[in-house]
Structures are given as structure tokens and as C-alpha cells.
Nanobody
């Protein structure tokens, strides 16, 4: 069974930093592109960042460019999201996603899996 387990969320003041982790099991990790999405209160789930199988290619939504960094450690089957200069509008549940096709990481399709999320709260 495929499992994605997020961790690292919590409460932080504006301007602070957090690092989220997503540990994957039940899949051949390096076959998969990985992504982070978030869902703020009353808002649709939105794309945050994605990374291809070896970390050579990344993509970010405009609102986090220059502040967030996605990375992966394939031997540890783990993807990370380093979040710096956090803002109250970053408050959301953050979800990890795995997809066999980097081109489909934003929209899904094919082999596609989600974690259950970790809550990030940024206070002003």
C-alpha cells in the first residue's frame, strides 16, 4: 500500500521558517515526481511546488518563489519543503503528492497519491 506521511507543521510567527517532510513508502520513490499543495480555510487546494525524479527540475507557484524550496532525498524516500519568510497568508494544511509523470503533478491522472496533510499556522 502506498503511504505518504507529512510532518513538520506547526505554529510560527510571521517572518519565521519551517521545514516540512513527506516520507513515502509502498512505491519505488525515484520513479515519482513529488509535489506540495496547500489548502487554506475557505479556499481551493492549490499547487505550491513540484520536483522531478532526481531534483534537476523544480517549479513553484508565484506567491512562494524566492521563499520556499522543494528538495528530495531519494535514498531516504523523502521530499522536503523549506519555507522561509513565512506570511500569515501561508497558513494552510499542506499536502504531499506523488505522480509518475512530472507533467501531470499539477492536475493528477495516472498513478497519483496524496498524503493526509500537516497544518501550518503563521501568526502576525
Amino acid at each position: 500500500q502506498v503511504q505518504l506521511v507529512e510532518s513538520g507543521g506547526g505554529l510560527v510567527q510571521a517572518g519565521g521558517s519551517l521545514r516540512l517532510s513527506c516520507a513515502a513508502s509502498g512505491l519505488t520513490f525515484y520513479y515519482y515526481a513529488m509535489g506540495w499543495f496547500r489548502e487554506a480555510p475557505g479556499k481551493e487546494r492549490e499547487f505550491v511546488a513540484a520536483i522531478n525524479w532526481n531534483g534537476a527540475t523544480t517549479d513553484y507557484t508565484d506567491s512562494v518563489k524566492g521563499r520556499f524550496t522543494i528538495s528530495r532525498d531519494n535514498p531516504k524516500n523523502t521530499v522536503y519543503l523549506q519555507m522561509n519568510s513565512l506570511k500569515p497568508e501561508d497558513t494552510a494544511v499542506y499536502y504531499c503528492r506523488a505522480n509518475r509523470d512530472y507533467r501531470q503533478i499539477r492536475r493528477g491522472g495516472g498513478s497519483d497519491y496524496w498524503g493526509k496533510g500537516t497544518l501550518v499556522t503563521v501568526s502576525s
